[in-house]
């Protein structure tokens, strides 16, 4: 049976990952020059002599979520709206991640939106939970959660609606190599998930079909 994109998913919406011992820089590298030997190269030809170090680099790039709390990112609210309690939405923010299962990356975009109940939030610290949540190793499922998770934690308003659609390269480059295949899920709060027609205003601006 097909899941319908705007079922609510259960999740720890606002989990931090365990923080960990982090090993140092040169066993990062170290660890680079291993897998370059399993893939059966030589990791003294001068094209591959800097690659570990590169690799350490681009890694503080991609998960770099993981030094962020998205919390404390959503922590400055605004309370002059002036009696505005419409839908406040960001739409197709796009976002990079990995996959948790294969390390290969996701590539999307996300809608977030939420009904305010006296506080608003500016709108660049959305994309910026977003991201804070994408650059960690992810499914998408949890991704979609965590974002709704912490905006209604902090802002606390009476609905939240997340929905992410992105493509699996743990599809497309490996496995079963489905090009153009994309996953939507959804994460809805409050009214959002209690009232349908507020749920088809969103999908009409968000620009799917109703």
């Known amino acids: 049976m ?45 094209g ?50 990995h996959c948790e299962h294969h390390m290969v ?14 506080r608003v939030i500016g709108i660049s610290k959305l994309a910026r939970v977003v991201d804070a949540y994408a650059k960690r190793l992810q499914i998408q499922e949890r991704l979609t959660a965590q974002i709704a998770g912490a905006i209604d934690q902090v802002l606390k308003p009476r609905g939240v609606a997340v929905m992410v659609s992105s493509q699996h390269h743990c599809m497309t480059t490996r496995g079963v190599h489905k090009h153009g295949t994309q996953m939507v899920t959804s994460y809805m709060t409050g009214a959002f998930r209690d009232d349908s027609q507020l749920r088809r205003e969103f999908q009409m601006m968000i620009g799917m079909p109703v």
């Open 2 to 46: 097909t899941r319908n994109p705007f079922t609510p998913v259960a999740a720890n919406v606002a989990a931090q990952p365990a923080k960990a011992t982090r090993p140092s820089r040169s066993e990062a590298e170290e660890a680079v020059r291993v897998l370059l030997r399993w893939a059966g190269e030589d990791i003294t030809r001068e």
């Open 105 to 118: 990356p996701i590539i999307g975009k996300a809608h977030v939106a939420y009904l305010p109940d006296r």
């Open 48 to 97: 591959l002599r800097d690659t570990p170090k590169r690799v350490v680099k681009s890694y503080e790039e991609f998960f770099r979520g993981y030094d962020q709390d998205p919390v404390e990112l959503l922590s400055r609210t605004f309370d002059e709206v002036e009696g505005y309690d419409e839908m406040v939405l960001l739409r197709d923010i796009e976002f990079e991640s």
